[in-house]
């Protein structure tokens, strides 16, 4: 492989990494406005924690695609056509959690805000839960023919892999969205999001050594990368076991940080093992190498020139957003049920 496709190999792998680190958080939030939140007015606090940046995070995601694209079009057609239900089923929750939030707030009954807000909360668990079976699936083989095609059954998709997979990535932007309401938040909500996660912490250990050895089990990862997959792995118990403390001793940034970075763990134990390949087939010769999938040297060659004139202005830009939408949410008066 030359010096491009690695680097742009890389590249989608950063953009997934940070797509998962930011709308991680936010899917978390999502998921917690109906279990954590006890009234409106705390409601309203959660919406507002992600509010300046829920739709900014979601841009990564549909970078990523567009990078996809564009550097490994053969990547893109097989991945796109192969998990075409499992995208669109992505699409349908993102496109609820949307508009749920735009909605609620111009409901002016109790039972319009809450069928938005469970719209809310719904699709900030399908959204995480069907990409992580999708990654999961995708590393574990699918029946791919020599043109790239997928011609895959239910079980294909659906397996103990793909499941455990999806609901790790679930919990994890739980725990990492629980952590960041102790950020951008006070008072009764804080504490609450504090004390909900110290347990989660112990249903995260079990599905982590349940997805280790499924990764054994279902996947070339230790035969073909032995090292690198143990010590991946070891990171991604460590960070949890660090955002663990950073809970019991109330260190939010410590939590935060570490959650988010061991969501970045599992994208980069998927690619790791992934690499040179961008398609696992089930039957090894028929596997899409990045090498074989990727655009021509000149596509590659101009791409790279523009995103390293303009990535660092985003990253800058993202980072002064955050940077302005600092402050911790203050809570509101509780007022009065709408009128029906």
């Known amino acids: 492989m030359s010096l491009t496709q690695n680097f742009w190999f890389l590249i989608i792998g950063l953009l997934f990494s940070i797509f998962f ?16 939140a006890k009234n409106e007015a705390e409601r309203d606090m959660l919406v507002s924690s992600i509010g300046p940046h829920w739709d900014g995070n979601e841009v990564w995601l549909i970078t990523a695609g567009g990078a996809l694209f564009a550097s490994f079009p ?11 239900l499992i995208l669109l089923f992505v699409l349908i929750a993102l496109i609820f959690r949307g508009v749920s939030f735009e909605f609620r707030s111009r409901m002016h009954t109790d039972q319009g805000r809450n069928i938005w807000e469970w719209a809310s909360t719904i699709g900030s668990f399908c959204a995480p839960f069907l990409l992580g079976m999708l990654f999961t699936a995708m590393v574990k083989g699918m ?6 095609d997928i011609s895959a059954s239910f ?10 997979g999806g609901v790790a990535v679930a919990l994890l932007c ?10 951008k938040t006070t008072g009764d ?42 010590l991946i792995l070891v990171a991604i118990v460590a960070l949890s076991v660090i955002a663990h403390v950073g809970t019991l001793l109330d260190h939010e940034k410590l939590s935060f940080f570490s959650t988010g970075l061991t969501l970045v763990g599992i994208v980069v134990l998927l690619f790791n093992g992934l690499y040179p390949r961008v398609m696992v087939a089930n039957n090894p010769k028929f596997s899409i190498l990045a090498a074989d999938a990727s655009s021509s040297p000149y596509t590659l060659h101009i791409m790279t020139i523009v995103t390293l004139s303009i990535l660092p202005i985003v990253l800058v830009y993202f980072i002064w957003s955050y940077w302005v939408f600092r402050k911790r949410i203050q809570a509101k008066p509780v007022t009065t049920s709408h009128a029906e």
């Not at 680190?21 to 954590?36: A, C, N, R, W, Y």
């Not at 053969?74 to 075409?84: K, N």
């Not at 079980?155 to 455990?164: E, H, L």
């Not at 739980?174 to 950020?183: A, D, E, T």
């Open 21 to 36: 680190f930011l709308e991680g958080f936010d899917f978390g939030v999502g998921m917690s406005i109906k279990g954590l």
């Open 74 to 84: 053969m990547w893109y057609a097989s991945l796109f056509s192969g998990f075409y």
């Open 143 to 148: 029946p791919i023919d020599k043109a790239g």
């Open 155 to 164: 079980t294909d998709y659906v397996n103990w892999f793909s499941i455990v």
């Open 174 to 183: 739980l725990l990492h969205g629980l952590n960041f309401i102790r950020l």
């Open 189 to 230: 909500l804080r504490k609450r999001a504090l004390a909900y996660s110290k347990p989660l912490y112990w249903v995260l250990y079990a599905g982590e050594v349940v997805f280790a050895i499924l990764v054994y089990v279902y996947t070339d990862f230790f035969t073909a990368k032995p090292l690198s997959t143990l």
